[in-house]
Structure formats: C-alpha cells, structure tokens
C-alpha cells in the first residue's frame, strides 16, 4: 500500500476512508509538525495531507523522492510552493467552494461584532464598570444603510454581498475583473481600490494573499478609509499592515478591526494589537463547523486518493501538470 502522511489529526470519517486505500501516518501532536521533523517523515512518503500551516517548499518536495500528490485541507495554498510540485510532475489538491458559507457567516459575526462594539460590551461589564443605562455608552455604527466595501468578489465575497442584502446596504466592490453576473444579483458596483476605501464604512477583505496584494492594505489604504470605518479581514494576514493597522486604530481614524487571519499565526500573547479594545481577533475559523471541516476533509483525502491512483485530482491547483 502507498504511504501517506498526514499532518495533523483530521475528522475521524475521511481519515478511516483514508486508512482503508493507504498505510497512513498522522502527527498526533496538537501543533503543527517541525519543518525538519517534516521533511523526515514525507522523505519515504507517496503523499502528503498537509494545511496551511506546514510549510511544502522546494527543499521539502526534493528530498522525497517517492512523492507523488500534495492534497492541502485549504482553499489557499500560498504555504506551497506549487512551481516546484509541478517542475516534479506533482499535483497539488486543495478544497475550493466548500468553505463558501462558513466564512461568510463568519465574516458577518465579525462585521456585526466590531460595528456594535459587543467584545468591548463583555469586557465592561467583566471589569464591573456596568452601573446604568448611558445614552452615550458604547456608541457603535448602524450596518442599515451603511457602505460596504468588498476587496475581492469571489465565492466568499459574494456570499458576504449575499448577507448584506437583508441590511440596505449599499455594496462596493474591487477586484481584477468586473464581475456583472454576480454583482447583478447584490447590486454591487464595482470601482478601484482608493474609490473603494473612501466611499466604505465597512471594509471586508476576500482576495488571495499574493505578491501583488501583500500589504494591500497599508497606512496610505488606511488613510483613504473613511474616519470611524471598520476594517473586517477573513482572507490572509499578510494583506494588512498590522503595524499601519494599530497606528490607524490609536490615532482614533480607524473605527475598529475583526481579524480571522494575523501575521504570523498565531499573534504573540504580547503582541500591540491583542490589546487594543476596537480589535476582535479569532483564531482563524473562518471554516471552523462540524460540517464544513467534514467536508473539507473529505475533498482533500478524495484529492489524495486520485493522485495515488494516478488518475487527475477533483481539485488540482496546478492542472498543467497533466499536460507535461
């Protein structure tokens, strides 16, 4: 049978499917394994399940000789290096479509969240500040009728446009390309990124971390926000400047940020931003339910699957792979 290393304990219905087509070992550790520790154990592998927190370089994919698949349990794949998968004749899986809805709710429960200042809500009365009613307590923005802004209106991003809809509110949105058929259905109107931050009361990040969009969002973006505006970012960390980020926060131009993705990951304990209270960060769970990490799992171990049999993966970032 093919040997396969997983890299982490996944849900248990798509690991025994796993088990029953492959002799497969998984890190058992809560953390993620050592690059080193990994490259030892995918050295005699024939395919590797990984995530978005291993790192599957050129030198990793060279010293495993025997490699024939890399199936990611992501959407993003920017941890591998793909060209290198490729010049090898390696396919490389991940899980696209299927983590739509779940990071769309939760983008909405960051928006609403950081709109309506509930953490800081929880802290004042957890600090035993909460004597009365105060007409002037906590004063956040009301979503009806405000602006948002959408960098990126791909399946994730329309489903936040999706969700917007039942709030009146008026839908930007930036990207590559204009998308009409999908900006038809919302009403969004798609404009350039400065337009985009100006107009915005509440700015929701939906692109892939790329080198083009690598601190996207910077202190001259942040700039361009409207005072009081909100930045909510459930895409990758490196798109924000966090630097730039907590300067536009302590200077008061920003109104507030929910992060799902930092850089890195996780935050250090001590680091500026965990301690600002306009800031609600979540330990990326963006797909975290029962059923879309389920179904993630098993789009990534049928990725697997394919690859060990030699037949084209369901979900292959790099297709021209097949064309070689």
């Known amino acids: 049978m093919n040997n396969v290393f997983v890299t982490r304990p996944i849900p248990q219905n798509a690991l025994d499917h796993l088990r029953r087509e492959a ?114 307590g906590l004063l956040g923005m009301e979503l009806h009728g405000a602006t948002l802004g959408i960098l990126g209106l791909g399946r994730i991003g329309a489903a936040v446009a999706r969700r917007a809809v039942g709030f009146g509110m008026r839908l930007l949105y930036t990207g590559p390309r204009e998308k009409p058929d999908v900006a038809a259905g919302v009403g969004a109107i798609y404009t350039d990124v400065d337009t985009l931050l100006h107009e915005s009361d509440v700015v929701s990040i939906h692109c892939p971390l790329t080198p083009a969009t690598r601190h996207l969002i910077n202190a001259h973006a942040l700039a361009r926000m409207k005072p009081g505006a909100i930045l909510v970012n459930t895409a990758r960390g490196g798109i924000v400047d966090h630097a730039a980020l907590l300067d536009a926060l302590r200077s008061g131009h920003l109104g507030g940020a929910g992060l799902d993705v930092t850089e890195p990951e996780p935050l250090p304990a001590d680091h500026p931003l965990m301690g600002e209270d306009r800031v609600i960060i979540t330990p990326h769970i963006g797909s975290a339910t029962v059923r879309t990490r389920a179904r993630m799992a098993d789009m990534a171990v049928s990725n697997l699957l394919a690859g060990l049999r030699g037949d084209p993966l369901p979900h292959c970032v790099n297709p021209d792979v097949y064309t070689r």
């Open 23 to 136: 002799t497969v070992e998984v890190w058992p550790g809560p953390l993620p394994p050592p690059y080193e520790e990994l490259r030892r154990r995918v050295a005699t592998c024939d395919g590797l399940l990984c995530l978005l927190t291993d790192r599957v370089d050129a030198t990793l994919i060279a010293s495993a000789p025997k490699l024939r698949v890399i199936s990611q349990m992501a959407v993003g794949y920017d941890n591998i290096d793909v060209a290198a998968a490729t010049s090898r004749g390696i396919p490389v899986g991940h899980t696209p479509g299927v983590l739509t809805e779940a990071t769309a709710d939760l983008t909405w429960a960051l928006i609403l969240a950081t709109a309506r200042r509930v953490v800081e809500g929880m802290r004042f009365i957890d600090a035993g500040q909460w004597q009365t009613w105060d007409p002037l």
